[in-house]
């Protein structure tokens, strides 16, 4: 099944499949649940026999897409069924899998990150740290670890690349039509300087924009590079938009100015470094300039549906501020976050070899009335890692170096680059919250492969 879904072929029908299996979950979360598990029971035993004889695409694909769903599992309210993080379980126990049965060795940096970040599960300086502060804090940096050592040692064409990308991008189409359809009216709505929940169907805005916006970047990709997601090249320019528009309705930042500069940065790379010869490959500055402008657009007309608080928002305003009883400063503008920051280093250099120990940090520190949790996985890997959060994150770092540095195909190159930036800037506004960050980023070091001919 997971290879009919990526056929770029058939994607006017499975897009049209995918928006009447969003509107079903409204009703009833067996939709999904039952698709959910109708695509892993045919996909799982042959991508991992092609794995066992050294090909991963087929796992990537399978892997992508049942893990591109954990928003909308959430939402949708699949748990028990398909588990709250399935996100980071699916991961790490497939990447674990993977590892043994394929017939390539594991990456020496994946295993090196796997030592560092394994020890700060073993102790809690807190007291009070539960198993859910394990799997929201460990199981995500432990599925990067696993996966950067599977996926380091194999080889996908840049034609699977686009597969991959396919297939998150019908994901996030199902988040979109999801929060579309459970959005209420317009008028219904009080739109004030926070993020807002009833846009993001009453969950996590935050996390709803991380996808929103990933989904905005896909769907401009795709038009630039004509691959059709949609089925038609200016329908996915039009769902772009659609993504820029509910993304901004949710007023959450983080995940909508991560897509902006997930498309400034193919755009650069593919215009100003890129040898190829091939002049489709190249982004013409017209097509950056439309998808500006689409954009734009969506702002725009959310900024007026809201009476221009979306301007507000986004020149960092709070209530306190705008109202003139509060000061505007970093913390203010980036929503706390900078605090978190503050405390977190504080709590390095109190505990500076050890840390805290994973997931303990949020009981140590306390902002206010409340036990904050960490939105910056660097300064949290500080904070509960000590030096070896330092180093697992320099290496992090190394392993883009590395993905600039490769020489085969410019434009190979550059789109894998592009998602390892999502996945590292998604980490500084949404730590390892969803998928984005650990999957993104272990695909990022994936080989070269000579693209495929089609005959």
């Not at 020496?108 to 539960?130: E, Q």
Request: with cysteine; charged share 15%; aromatic share 16%.
């Amino acid at each position: 099944m997971i290879k009919q879904l990526a056929k770029s072929e058939r994607g006017l029908f499975w897009t049209g499949f995918h928006i009447a299996l969003d509107y079903l979950c409204i009703l009833t979360p067996w939709f999904l649940i039952l698709w959910f598990y109708f695509v892993l029971g045919t996909s799982a035993i042959p991508a991992f026999n092609k794995l066992g004889k050294g090909h991963i695409q087929r796992f990537t694909f399978m892997l992508s897409y049942l893990l591109g769903f954990e928003l909308l599992d959430r939402m949708a309210g699949t748990s028990p069924f398909i588990p709250f993080e399935i996100g980071k379980y699916f991961l790490i126990l497939f990447a674990f899998l993977g590892l043994l049965i394929s017939n390539k060795k594991a990456s020496g940096i994946g295993i090196w990150l796997v030592i560092l970040i394994t020890p700060a599960a073993f102790y809690d300086f807190s007291g009070n740290r539960f198993f859910y502060d394990l799997i929201n804090n460990f199981f995500g940096p432990l599925g990067l670890a696993l996966g950067v050592a599977l996926w380091g040692k194999h080889r996908i064409s840049l034609q699977d690349v686009e597969a991959i990308l396919r297939l998150l991008w019908y994901t996030c189409l199902s988040a979109l039509v999801f929060t579309f359809f459970k959005t209420p009216d317009f008028d219904e709505i009080y739109f004030s300087l926070n993020a807002n929940f009833e846009t993001a169907a009453g969950h996590s805005t935050n996390q709803v924009s991380t996808i929103l916006g990933f989904g905005m970047f896909l769907s401009i990709y795709a038009w630039q590079s004509r691959l059709k997601f949609s089925g038609f090249r200016w329908g996915d320019a039009a769902i772009g938009a659609a993504f820029a528009f509910q993304g901004f309705l949710t007023f959450s930042r983080g995940g909508v100015l991560v897509g902006i500069i997930a498309i400034l940065c193919m755009y650069i790379l593919n215009t100003y470094f890129n040898r190829s010869n091939n002049k489709q490959s190249r982004i013409p500055l017209s097509y950056l300039l439309l998808g500006g402008m689409l954009i734009y657009f969506a702002f725009q007309q959310v900024d007026q549906i809201s009476g221009g608080k979306l301007s507000l928002r986004y020149q960092g305003e709070t209530a306190g501020t705008y109202g003139g009883y509060a000061k505007k400063d970093l913390n203010k503008i980036t929503s706390g976050r900078s605090k978190i920051l503050q405390e977190d280093l504080e709590l390095w250099s109190n505990y500076l070899l050890t840390g805290v120990g994973a997931g303990a940090s949020r009981h140590i520190r306390i902002l206010g009335e409340q036990k904050a949790s960490a939105h910056i996985e660097f300064s949290r890997l500080l904070a509960e890692h000590g030096i070896p959060g330092l180093i697992y994150f320099s290496l992090l770092l190394k392993m883009g170096l590395r993905i600039w540095r490769r020489k085969q195909s410019d434009v190979h190159r550059n789109i894998l680059l592009v998602l390892y930036i999502i996945g590292l800037a998604t980490s500084f506004h949404s730590a390892m919250r969803t998928y984005i960050t650990p999957l993104l980023m272990s695909i990022a070091v994936v080989g070269f492969q000579e693209q495929k001919v089609k005959q």
